[in-house]
């Protein structure tokens, strides 16, 4: 067993003041016994700057007193120690840079960011190397940061690489990283993850009025989000720090337990099919979907079927493992403009006759609201898949499928919809909590640079929700097609676009 600790705390202008606390929130840490220590992102400096130059200035410097001061912290309490700072590169770029300190102070990996959020991008400069597995005593270790983990590629990569425990630090006020973002990355790769986010404004407190008016958000909504934690592999958040102030949270690990789970999980993936996410971006092509589009999760027979045609359903999903055949679904739709998804993952409409589908690793159907993509089956545990969707400019994903684990409802497709901004429509048979699918739609309101039709909850990328119960033979909802089309989580930051293709190589199977 290994004890780790989450950290957070607020960190400002004052370089001097960050260190101080810093290392004092580190002492804390050891104090309570732990052996691996996570610290937020951006520890050196408040992640606000007037120039990529003011940056570098501002940046740490290998063995400079800042970064000297941090591998004493851990030389003296014979600790491993994640840090996230600026750091100038002898090579002209200033990055991003999670640090691990070894309990002899010595620099055990170092890992640049991949992708930048917001303004990060007019400062800083991005990886050029994917991040390392370190093997230490406390476990193999992968370290990412704050955007890395909103999207699954760096996770994902670091996973298949072998580590048993990530460790991310953020420096974020959305508080979807804490309920889905940072939970996800633990559950879809049966790893370990120790996540450490700031507290305190993000923005200089003179300017925090005349960001939070630029931006039409109040103030408040401008601090760290903090909720710092320690997840298990099946998702459960073993320990959470509060919402403000500063906080550490321990937990006792068992870095191995992650490995079983980890190598059956990972051998149900198809990295032959996954070339496309390596390649460089395309944008977007295709037109937006329709505004609307009214769908229905179906658990029952031909006259359930033919019941939500009738009320206006133009797409059917049935649940993975339903009986109705493609020929008995074709006809419960008769005379209807309705398209339905068949348990094996089949199209079919009134005549009984699918769409043709573009070619393609995920192939697409043009419907008259737009763009089709079906995942079936074990295919839905992978997030690769819905990547491929993406990519091939999908706008509705059908799921047909039971989950198989409570994470796969409870955080799992939600996080699918999320990092692809698509709408899914999830059917199964009876699941986990008495759910048996889902309808994830893509919301209008979304990021801070979009203008939000409802107040601003803090939840940065995140899908609505209509629950389909076990009880529910029919379920309908609406999504929204079109929405599929924004995926610019920031300024300079699309979700798709903006992954890391040319770092990605491990998830075909490539080394490096």
């Known amino acids: 067993m290994v004890r780790v600790a989450a950290v957070q705390f607020e960190a400002g202008q004052d370089v001097a003041a960050n260190l101080a606390t810093s290392l004092r929130m580190i002492g804390e840490a050891a104090g309570r016994g732990a052996e691996l220590i996570v610290l937020p992102e951006f520890c050196n400096h408040l992640s606000w700057y007037e120039s990529r130059e003011h940056a570098r200035a501002m940046a740490c410097r290998h063995g400079d007193p800042f970064l000297a001061a941090v591998a004493g912290a851990a030389r003296r309490h014979r600790a491993h120690v994640k840090i996230g700072v600026t750091l100038a590169r002898d090579d002209g770029r200033t990055t991003g840079a999670s640090l691990l300190?070894?309990?002899?102070?010595?620099?055990?990996?170092?890992?640049?960011?991949?992708?930048?959020?917001?303004?990060?991008?007019?400062?800083?400069?991005?990886?050029?190397?994917?991040?390392?597995?370190?093997?230490?005593?406390?476990?193999?270790?992968?370290?990412?940061?704050?955007?890395?983990?909103?999207?699954?590629?760096?996770?994902?990569?670091?996973?298949?690489?072998?580590?048993?425990?990530?460790?991310?630090?953020?420096?974020?006020?959305?508080?979807?990283?804490?309920?889905?973002?940072?939970?996800?990355?633990?559950?879809?790769?049966?790893?370990?993850?120790?996540?450490?986010?700031?507290v305190g404004p993000l923005i200089p407190a003179d300017r925090l009025a005349q960001v939070g008016a630029g931006l039409g958000v109040p103030v408040g909504w401008l601090h760290g989000a903090g909720e710092s934690q320690i997840v298990a592999p099946d998702g459960t958040v073993v320990a959470r720090a509060p919402r403000t102030g500063e906080a550490v949270v321990v937990a006792d690990i068992d870095p191995a337990a992650a490995d079983a789970g980890r190598a059956r999980l990972l051998a149900t993936r198809r990295p032959a099919r996954y070339a496309a996410i390596t390649r460089p971006p395309r944008g977007r092509t295709a037109p937006p979907g329709a505004a609307v589009l009214p769908v229905a999760v179906v658990r029952a027979g031909a006259p359930a079927v033919r019941r939500a045609a009738r009320d206006g359903a133009l797409l059917i999903v049935l649940p993975e493992g339903s009986p109705l055949s493609a020929a008995e679904a074709s006809a419960a739709v008769r005379d209807t403009p309705a398209h339905v998804v068949t348990g094996t993952g089949a199209l079919v409409n009134a005549t009984g006759e699918a769409p043709a589908a573009e070619a393609g690793p995920?192939?697409?159907?043009?419907?008259?609201?737009?763009?089709?993509?079906?995942?079936?089956?074990?295919?839905a545990r992978h997030p690769e898949e819905f990547r491929l969707a993406a990519l091939a400019d999908a706008d509705v994903v059908a799921v047909p499928y039971t989950?198989?684990?409570?994470?796969?409802?409870?955080?799992?497709?939600?996080?699918?919809?999320?990092?692809?901004?698509l709408n899914l429509v999830v059917a199964g048979q009876d699941g986990?909590?008495?759910?048996?699918?889902?309808?994830?739609?893509a919301p209008r309101d979304f990021t801070l640079w979009t203008a939000w039709e409802g107040p601003f909850t803090g939840r940065i990328?995140?899908?609505?929700?209509?629950?389909?119960?076990?009880?529910?033979?029919?379920?309908?909802?609406?999504?929204?097609?079109?929405?599929?089309?924004?995926?610019?989580?920031?300024?300079?930051?699309?979700l798709v676009d903006g992954r890391p293709w040319h770092l990605s190589g491990a998830l075909v199977g490539q080394a490096g």
Not at 362 to 379: N, T
């Open 461 to 494: 990328s995140h899908p609505v929700v209509t629950t389909v119960k076990n009880a529910d033979e029919v379920a309908h909802a609406v999504v929204w097609p079109e929405q599929a089309v924004n995926r610019h989580v920031s300024r300079g930051t699309d």
């Open 432 to 441: 986990p909590d008495g759910v048996a699918g889902l309808v994830l739609a």
């Open 403 to 421: 989950a198989r684990e409570p994470w796969e409802l409870r955080l799992g497709l939600l996080e699918r919809a999320a990092e692809n901004r």
């Open 101 to 198: 300190y070894g309990p002899g102070g010595e620099l055990l990996g170092e890992a640049d960011k991949q992708i930048l959020m917001g303004a990060e991008n007019d400062h800083l400069d991005p990886a050029t190397a994917p991040g390392p597995v370190v093997d230490t005593a406390a476990g193999r270790v992968g370290m990412y940061a704050c955007m890395e983990g909103v999207i699954n590629e760096v996770t994902r990569g670091l996973a298949v690489r072998g580590a048993q425990i990530l460790l991310n630090s953020l420096n974020s006020f959305a508080t979807d990283e804490a309920s889905l973002h940072v939970p996800v990355r633990a559950a879809e790769n049966k790893v370990w993850v120790v996540a450490a986010n700031k």
């Open 362 to 379: 995920c192939p697409i159907h043009r419907l008259p609201w737009g763009r089709l993509a079906i995942v079936a089956g074990e295919d």
